[in-house]
């Protein structure tokens, strides 16, 4: 059955804990301290702590006995400390001490643990999972979140989907019918349907997706008649000044969406726990300054952070957590985006296997 | 190890999930209404809701991007509408709109659900589960559940067991044993002992089991000694009505059970949902009019409704969800209407395989 | 990455649910009664009931139709009768009658289910899971188990991990490190590190560890200095009489510690349920007799049954819970016990491997 866009199914080549050679959100600064954090990323089990010089990234497993060092503890400055033999790590994660065999022991400076470069900027603590060295921070993490105090809110969710449902959709068509009903667009001249155009970004990284036409309020389908039939409340013509994103969302690699509204940015981060299990970054941020910075945060308080960043959110959630993404599929004009987001994903994914298979 | 009968071992041989060109009950007719109701039958999901005309089945899995379609409503007469996107069906399976692409979209009439027939008789619904056209209703579904008003009572409970356990009990002798303690049969002269007969059926569809001898209320076996020992109550002498079945019940395909009680029609109906889980289908019917039924049903609401319907069937289930089904087992002369049975049963499935790699 | 002592990881060459020519604790005697008692061991269900001989074990499956027979009851001297059909076993696991096919079955003298050899001393239960014959008890339960009065405590605990991690621990030099705060070790000079030394037993069935070398209380280390760095408590010079093992620990076939303490000898018994899950019996025991063994039972009850079989114990079980016990290992000079350990295990599961193909 091929209506629409044909296209040949990609979903089993991509990769389904995602791409490695990229930075990623881990947290928010203030979650990780002198107390070691474990947190699994990527199917990669990683313990974060934080020195006096910043926060370090260690794979969370001693390579003695396979104990994770996060059930152990900072025993001397710039240290890790395994809790079952004593193996004890710096933050280069060279072992500078096995605490169980004394100081003639022959291990120190022989054994050595993966670490993972770390960078915090803005109250947010980033992750590069790759193998090779990494890129500037920057080649990936959206100039919004970098710059200084521009962050407003950052929530962090943990969905029981895979990461590649979690991202998909928010450069479709689906606002005009999964989330016609909440507050969010309560009050907005929703079209009754759109038309989506997608357009591969310059540097191959990421997809522009933007609504190329939109249906009016109210149309008249073939079969059904009137659609939507009652939306008294909307012919208020009131409208919230936040609502509607301005017709363009990007997709990104590994594994973001970015949308601009009209007083704040939004970004999705899906960072890959397992293949069944994802956690979810959504930031709010803006580039304005002053007096319109103020505006732009107290208008995220009073009406995005409730109306966006938790019903919306929570609709999402609860579509994706139903959803069988690998059921058989039937791809449409409207899901375009999708269609070359997932090129693009496939193709970097091949990249890093070839690379990976190279050395 | 062979003794008494010996049987080559067919339980590999037979449909985990179940036959599929068959009738099943559904669930109740109160069960079903405007909001969709989605039931796993069989390892399908399907989506079930109620029109003027009737109840309908349809697959639920928008075939768009495999979203639940028992997760969105009914927005226009006769429809179903996905969640995700809205896509919308009639109850043929038929796209009739893809709210979200406009009244232009392509995809109307190129896009179809498969559905399931659906029969709603004496307030109960039945779904027809095969690939084929369905067959009359009165093929699968015993004439006592389909007269008018003859059901008395319906009960629908979840095992945590294969169905192939939870139906092969009540062809076997173990009523003598392990339903010795139950009310039900507390008064009863309860053989000591029985011997099984089993007979296909002429239509092939079944086996009929009866009690062939039945041991006294005790008997002497070797080693043991007088067995039951003490039952001072049976020797009251007192009987209820509907206490022991006639001495025929019958194995039908695709998974019931019938029994013929003096007062009382009785069905089990055992619907795969998975390989580990089955729906049990209880049904108590009666086949007489005027006072007599009033006294049939008076009789099932005193007695019958807790000491058989509810006791000896928590008792089965609680032996099913323990038994090890696939050990080794050492079939005997009281399993004779069990070999029969698979001996049937793995026909059938072999034939519905054939078909489905034909065709 | 190959540091001090190499050795080629046998980890995948052991038994991961345990060898099965040997005799292990099912359980305390006054936890089996008439009332039959079903109990995983080493992944098989086995049913143990006691009758005026003593308590037998049975496999808990009816050969008739996989239903467990610890489901079922006593309902004659020195048999168990199925749940299902009353098919009812001696002691001897022949069949002696089938209550449902009455006195003339053929069953009887015909089926049988397997035995299992129970010995009960000293108010334990031990089972011998071989297919062999059995040995003498005493060719494998330590002699400290055995003499009439001499286990003072048995705890048994059930532990969320494979038997190969749980059993391990006790010959290496964990101590120094995990156990360091317990109350145990608080008034104990404590080595700060250990030296261990291993050989393998002259019968061939077990390794003796213990430790050839002690650090000071305090010892420098390059890198980190001074460790352990506090521990005024420590100075105090208080010692239990009971804290510190004297140096000498053995691991023994099929799955045991030994340890002597100055008061108390303890045996870690570690009992495979399936792959994941282990059954874990620790006794404390005392040799001593009159005022001495007095003087041991209050010294265990006022100090070691809290400090040393609950703290302790209760730190290694969370330990080894989150150990990933296949992850890659680094052993070193303190895992000599260890290395040994394995060797001594494989070669005997090889050995049991052989003999089953053999016959």
Redesign the interface.
């Given at each position: 059955?091929s209506?629409?866009i044909s296209a040949s199914d990609l979903r089993h080549a991509l990769p389904a804990l995602g791409l490695r050679e990229f930075w990623y959100p881990a947290g928010r600064s203030k979650e990780f301290g002198r107390r070691p954090v474990g947190r699994k990323l990527l199917g990669a089990d990683i313990v974060f702590l934080r020195e006096p010089g910043g926060v370090h990234a260690l794979s969370d497993?001693c390579?003695?006995?396979?104990?994770?060092l996060s059930?152990g503890d900072r025993?001397?400055e710039g240290?890790i400390?395994?809790?079952?033999?004593?193996w004890?790590f710096?933050m280069h994660g060279e072992c500078?001490?096995?605490?169980?065999?004394?100081?003639e022991?022959?291990?120190?400076g022989?054994?050595r643990v993966r670490t993972y470069p770390v960078e915090e900027r803005n109250g947010v603590v980033w992750v590069f999972m790759g193998d090779g060295p990494p890129k500037p921070l920057s080649d990936d993490v959206p100039e919004e979140l970098l710059a200084g105090r521009s962050i407003i809110d950052l929530r962090v969710a943990v969905w029981k989907c895979g990461w590649l449902p979690a991202i998909e959709?928010l450069v479709?068509?689906?606002d005009?019918?999964?989330h016609r009903t909440s507050a969010f667009y309560l009050f907005r001249k929703l079209p009754?349907?759109?038309?989506v155009g997608a357009t591969e970004t310059a540097d191959g990284k990421g997809v522009d997706v933007r609504y190329e036409a939109m249906?009016p309020v109210h149309?008249?389908?073939?079969?059904?008649?009137r659609?939507p039939?009652r939306s008294w409340y909307r012919r208020l013509g009131m409208s919230s000044p936040n609502s509607g994103h301005q017709g363009l969302s990007q997709l990104r690699l590994p594994s973001l969406v970015r949308a601009a509204f009209p007083r704040m940015n939004y970004v999705r981060w899906t960072v890959p726990i397992d293949e069944k299990t994802v956690r979810v970054f959504l930031f709010a941020s803006t580039n304005a300054t002053g007096l319109a910075a103020l505006r732009n945060r107290l208008s995220y308080w009073l009406w995005m952070s409730w109306s966006f960043m938790t019903q919306i959110l929570n609709q999402d959630q609860?579509?994706f957590e139903?959803?069988?993404?690998?059921?058989?599929?039937?791809?449409?004009?409207?899901d375009v985006g999708i269609i070359k987001w997932r090129r693009v994903l496939a193709a970097c994914a091949q990249r890093e296997a070839q690379q990976r298979a190279n050395g």
């Open positions: 059955m209506v629409g497993r390579p003695h006995r396979g104990m994770p059930c025993r001397f240290t400390t395994c809790p079952y033999h004593g004890t710096n500078v001490a096995a605490l169980n065999e004394g100081p022991s022959p291990i120190p022989k054994v959709n479709d068509s689906h005009v019918i999964a009754s349907w759109v038309k249906g149309d008249i389908y073939p079969n059904i008649g659609w039939r609860r579509l139903g959803q069988d993404y690998f059921a058989p599929e039937q791809l449409s004009q409207t």
